[in-house]
């Protein structure tokens, strides 16, 4: 199952605290707690922001360290259940940073504020010299290249990041789809090489002016729009010593501004407080997609670059075992396969359901697999790939100790809905079982514009 699951029981097991509590706090019957603590179901996304909601009722500790083990690496922190979770400063004003998010509708904000963190951790926190909008964005369109390009995630029906980056024509590398381009480093130079003119125009219209006006909210109050900018450019300059926004600009006029000086307090803040701070940003952006994908599954995982993909050994082991004693023919290629050169196909694909769980993966040639990559197939290899599964499920439970066979089955149960284990040796229910999953899946993945209906041709 997913993380939330896991998060979950370890959670509630070191805070004591009891899944009947949890289920009062939320409203819910017991036994789906139970479910979710046990791993046999995950809660979706919108429910996650509901648990995270109850547990800082029962016990803020907890609501934290639940959120740092749903986002694991991702973060290696908290979220902002409250102000005094971003850690206070005599120095600088934590309270007005916990606001510049308030209200948003677009990833603009969201992404131009990571971008800035990553830029002054790569530079090591020296940032003596301006940033310019160029780099800024630039990094912006890196961070967002993963969750649209390679995720299909939505931004929002009038967020633009996703036809600016179409409008690119982006080398993409060999690091990049593998997951090795740990620090972007090849995905910025790739966007780099473009003429981008008019994406620079566009997010610095408004973006970096907007994001500090909380800053200044009582001063810019009931000003014209046009005149807001100017206006924040003149009160970041004078006051950059007194209100001590995040930056200032390295212009004094609207129409020469395009570089920002960050404020020396705030670079020292967030370098004594990174983990913390990248959390809190991490997590607001994690609700602000969660929100906008509200069917996908695994958004999680999906709104950063993934830093390794998991190993397939133990899946790979358990359709070996089932190869050792049956013949078996690629549904696509209708190839006799041999155990020691099968290559595991996500029949649905992993940059879509971003697991890799037994239910979805069958065996098949390397160069098949590499050449279907990230597309849907078509329906014409639903039977076969029901069959195969069936006849997995059928050998592996005749070959497998019964302990062992529970374990690599679980899946099946959980995710197809299946009300017993000998439900997944019935090839009927099995395939009534697939149907309902499968499909809908299929037609959202379509929808969110994933390549469908793809054939082997030999």
């Avoid at 809660?43 to 648990?51: L, N, R, Y």
């Avoid at 547990?55 to 907890?62: C, E, Q, T, V, Y």
């Avoid at 992404?111 to 963190?117: A, R």
């Avoid at 599964?389 to 050998?395: D, K, P, S």
């Amino acid at each position: 199952m997913g993380k939330a699951g896991q998060a979950l029981r370890q959670v509630l097991e070191f805070y004591n605290i009891s899944q009947s509590l949890l289920a009062t706090g939320l409203g819910v019957e017991r036994p789906i707690v139970f479910r979710w603590f046990h791993e046999h179901t995950d809660p979706t996304a919108q429910t996650v922001t509901e648990i995270v909601q109850a547990l800082h009722k029962i016990n803020p500790s907890a609501a934290k360290d639940f959120v740092q083990a749903y986002l694991g690496d991702l973060t290696q922190t908290l979220h902002k259940a409250s102000i005094q979770e971003l850690p206070l400063s005599d120095r600088v004003n934590v309270s007005v940073l916990s606001q510049i998010f308030d209200n948003t509708t677009n990833s603009y904000k969201y992404l131009f504020f990571m971008s800035i963190l990553d830029i002054i951790k790569r530079r090591q926190f020296d940032t003596l010299s301006p940033i310019s909008f160029k780099e800024i964005i630039v990094e912006m369109l890196a961070n967002a290249w993963y969750p649209h390009n390679y995720f299909k995630l939505s931004f929002g029906t009038q967020d633009q990041i996703a036809s600016k980056l179409d409008s690119l024509n982006l080398v993409i590398t060999e690091p990049i789809l593998k997951f090795r381009d740990t620090d972007k480093k090849w995905l910025r130079k790739s966007i780099q090489s473009q003429n981008l003119d008019d994406i620079i125009t566009f997010i610095s219209r408004y973006v970096p002016f907007r994001l500090i006006r909380p800053f200044f909210a009582q001063k810019t109050k009931g000003l014209l729009d046009a005149k807001v900018n100017q206006a924040l450019i003149e009160l970041s300059n004078y006051e950059f010593e007194v209100t001590k926004p995040i930056y200032r600009f390295e212009s004094e006029y609207l129409k020469d501004c395009k570089a920002i000086v960050l404020h020396q307090d705030w670079v020292e803040y967030i370098a004594e407080n990174y983990p913390i701070v990248r959390g809190w940003v991490s997590w607001e952006w994690l609700q602000y997609m969660q929100e906008r994908n509200p069917n996908i599954p695994n958004v999680v995982n999906k709104i950063f670059m993934p830093q390794q993909r998991d190993s397939l050994s133990e899946q790979t082991k358990y359709w070996r075992i089932i190869l050792e004693n049956r013949d078996i023919e690629c549904i696509y290629s209708k190839k006799k396969l041999a155990k020691q050169r099968i290559s595991l196909d996500h029949y649905l694909p992993w940059s879509f359901v971003a697991h890799d769980q037994l239910w979805n993966l069958i065996p098949t040639l390397p160069e098949i697999n590499s050449s279907k990559s990230n597309s849907l197939p078509s329906n014409a290899y639903f039977e076969d790939f029901v069959s195969l599964q069936h006849l997995g499920l059928t050998v592996s439970y005749e070959n497998l100790p019964e302990t062992k066979w529970y374990k690599y089955v679980e899946s099946y149960i959980n995710e197809l809905k299946l009300n017993q284990l000998q439900d997944l040796l019935d090839l009927q229910k099995l395939r009534n079982a697939y149907e309902a999953t499968i499909k809908p899946l299929v037609s959202l993945a379509t929808l969110q514009g994933f390549m469908s209906s793809w054939l082997y041709i030999n």
